[in-house]
């Protein structure tokens, strides 16, 4: 079998690609100018106004655009790093694997069904994920945001009898998908027709129709891609890399759970209900947005309300519990946040790393401990951040070279 060149390799050649390229692609510029679209100033191109300029041919930039590249791409790389750090915390409590184990019990048994059976359960599953995130992707634009949910279902993909592929698959492509269909998204089809005087979303029926079609055929080729890895896992090209979670998931088949409740785990219970009942009283209604529409919710209230429910609950039964129900409603108050309160990454970075310091803290660790696992946490995912910043250094060559 050939050998695939790493990731950085193909980055650094198709940057060499980019340099070569400033010398024989003649350079070009817009002129830009700000106007309102939305009631939001924007910096947008004037029409009719392209025009030639020398270019300037890229040699030894190449090397300094890792360096460009890193800071272009600064907030997406801590993000990464962040969300890495705080679900290592979470997944060192083992949580994640309880709720896996419990939920391929809960699918076990809806194979009973001759239905269900003959479908597939876990087709079901790939599916439903996919139409949730490629609805999150169709009206609010959720892209950078799906790192978060990578973690938990690539695990859950590979438990299955799947590979990280067909993980990563049931949250980016699915949100990707979402996000070219642009239903209802405010970043594409809103400021585009905003920019151009037309009715605000106006051609939904086409933009819902373009969004079936790529999510049927989007979804199909996922399923046809996992029942091969299923039949033969040895067959993915990621087989060896997942060795890793394959092997997690057998230790935790053989493992005897001990549930338990540190009496630390109410106490953060108390806190964090308080801190989010104050949030309740300060926000009591919120502008959630949908396309061109919005309604006023009390949202912060009623989540609230079923966290300190759900927690008791949980937190009765174990503490993994209680973790996993702290993760669900991060996810719930992560939407909350993009739709309500127009959050982006600094705002779900904080969200995901109070999340894992407070996961942490309910297992009993002490801040060593916390810190340890942050850290191994940050340097498991640094590989994909240095990702992000390599590749911004091919923006970077193509802008500075002006082609």
Same mark, same amino acid.
């Given at each position: 079998?050939?050998?695939?060149?790493?990731?950085?390799?193909?980055?650094? !050649?198709?940057?060499?690609?980019?340099?070569?390229?400033?010398?024989?692609?003649?350079?070009?510029?817009?002129?830009?100018?700000?106007?309102?679209?939305?009631?939001?100033?924007?910096? +947008?191109?004037? %029409?009719?106004?392209?025009?030639?300029?020398? !270019?300037?041919?890229?040699?030894?930039?190449?090397?300094?655009? *890792? *360096?460009?590249?890193?800071?272009?791409?600064?907030?997406?790389?801590?993000?990464?790093?962040?969300?890495?750090?705080?679900?290592?915390?979470?997944?060192?409590? %083992?949580?994640?694997?309880?709720?896996?184990?419990? *939920?391929?019990?809960?699918?076990? $048994?809806?194979?009973?069904? $001759?239905?269900?059976? $003959?479908?597939?359960?876990?087709?079901?599953?790939?599916?439903?994920?996919?139409?949730?995130?490629?609805?999150?992707?169709?009206?609010?634009?959720?892209?950078?945001?799906?790192?978060? *949910?990578?973690?938990?279902?690539?695990?859950?993909?590979?438990? /299955?009898?799947?590979?990280?592929?067909? &993980?990563? !698959?049931?949250?980016?492509?699915?949100? &990707?998908? &979402?996000?070219?269909?642009?239903?209802?998204?405010?970043?594409?089809?809103?400021?585009?027709?905003?920019?151009?005087?037309?009715?605000?979303?106006?051609?939904?029926?086409?933009?819902?129709?373009?969004?079936? #079609?790529?999510?049927?055929?989007?979804?199909?080729?996922?399923?046809?891609?996992?029942?091969?890895?299923?039949?033969?896992?040895?067959?993915?090209?990621?087989?060896?890399?997942?060795?890793?979670?394959?092997?997690?998931?057998?230790?935790?088949?053989?493992?005897?759970?001990?549930?338990?409740?540190?009496?630390?785990?109410?106490?953060?219970?108390?806190?964090? !209900?308080?801190?989010?009942?104050?949030?309740?009283?300060?926000?009591?209604?919120?502008?959630?947005?949908?396309?061109?529409?919005?309604?006023?919710?009390?949202?912060?209230?009623?989540?609230?309300?079923?966290?300190?429910?759900?927690? +008791?609950?949980?937190?009765? %039964?174990?503490?993994?519990?209680?973790?996993?129900?702290?993760?669900?409603?991060?996810? #719930?108050?992560?939407?909350? &946040?993009? /739709?309500?309160?127009?959050?982006?990454?600094?705002?779900?970075?904080?969200? =995901?790393?109070?999340?894992?310091? =407070?996961?942490?803290?309910?297992?009993?660790?002490?801040?060593?401990?916390?810190?340890?696992?942050?850290?191994?946490?940050?340097?498991?995912?640094?590989?994909?951040?240095?990702?992000?910043?390599?590749?911004?250094?091919?923006?970077?060559?193509?802008?500075?070279? $002006?082609?």
């Amino acid at each position: 079998m050939k050998k695939i060149p790493h990731t950085y390799v193909i980055i650094f !050649s198709i940057i060499i690609l980019a340099a070569i390229m400033t010398w024989f692609i003649p350079g070009g510029e817009y002129a830009r100018q700000k106007i309102m679209v939305n009631g939001v100033e924007r910096t +947008v191109i004037e %029409k009719g106004s392209f025009h030639y300029v020398d !270019s300037e041919r890229q040699t030894w930039q190449i090397f300094t655009a *890792f *360096f460009k590249g890193f800071e272009r791409q600064a907030g997406i790389i801590v993000f990464i790093i962040m969300i890495g750090g705080a679900f290592w915390i979470v997944n060192s409590s %083992k949580a994640i694997d309880i709720g896996i184990l419990s *939920f391929l019990k809960q699918a076990q $048994k809806l194979e009973r069904n $001759k239905f269900l059976k $003959k479908v597939g359960v876990h087709n079901l599953i790939i599916t439903l994920v996919m139409l949730v995130f490629s609805v999150f992707g169709a009206v609010f634009g959720m892209s950078e945001e799906t790192i978060a *949910f990578i973690i938990i279902l690539v695990p859950l993909a590979i438990s /299955m009898g799947y590979d990280s592929i067909v &993980g990563v !698959s049931m949250v980016f492509v699915a949100a &990707g998908l &979402g996000f070219a269909g642009a239903v209802l998204n405010p970043f594409t089809i809103g400021i585009a027709q905003g920019i151009a005087d037309l009715p605000l979303f106006s051609g939904f029926g086409y933009r819902l129709f373009s969004w079936f #079609v790529l999510n049927i055929f989007g979804i199909a080729w996922i399923l046809r891609y996992a029942a091969k890895v299923k039949r033969n896992p040895k067959s993915s090209v990621v087989y060896e890399d997942d060795t890793y979670w394959r092997e997690r998931g057998a230790v935790n088949n053989e493992e005897t759970v001990t549930y338990h409740t540190p009496v630390v785990a109410w106490f953060v219970f108390l806190f964090i !209900s308080v801190g989010l009942i104050i949030f309740s009283v300060i926000y009591p209604m919120t502008h959630m947005k949908i396309g061109n529409t919005s309604e006023t919710l009390p949202m912060v209230p009623v989540a609230t309300a079923f966290f300190v429910l759900f927690s +008791v609950l949980s937190l009765r %039964k174990s503490v993994h519990f209680f973790i996993l129900n702290l993760l669900a409603f991060t996810i #719930v108050f992560l939407i909350v &946040g993009v /739709m309500g309160y127009s959050w982006y990454i600094e705002e779900i970075a904080g969200l =995901f790393f109070a999340m894992g310091i =407070f996961s942490g803290i309910a297992m009993n660790y002490d801040g060593n401990k916390i810190t340890k696992e942050f850290m191994e946490g940050a340097r498991d995912i640094l590989s994909a951040a240095l990702v992000v910043g390599l590749a911004g250094g091919i923006l970077v060559i193509l802008e500075d070279g $002006k082609i």
